[in-house]
């Protein structure tokens, strides 16, 4: 099995890269206070949670093996990447408005 190279590393990279700023924000944000939550605040960690699990799913996607090299598994990758970064921005923007 080869190395990887290219868009499987960038993939790789940026999910953790966005998976520790998705972190900061939940920290930043104060998960943890002890304030009654409202709806926003649940569909806001929900988002959150759910953009994490695409997220920390793209580097498998990109890396499993496979029988024939094809840019199927680099195009779900990319998918899961965009779709989990989507929610991140989408969880931080609610708290911001809401």
Known sequence: MRAP???V???C???ATMSALGMAFLGYWGVHEASPWHWTDVVAVTLAFLGFAALA???WIVTTPVEHESEERIVAARRAFAIGTAMIWLAALMTVIG
């Open 13 to 15: 990279a940026a999910s």
């Open 57 to 59: 799913s793209t580097p």
């Open 9 to 11: 590393v960038g993939l």
């Open 5 to 7: 190279t290219g868009s």
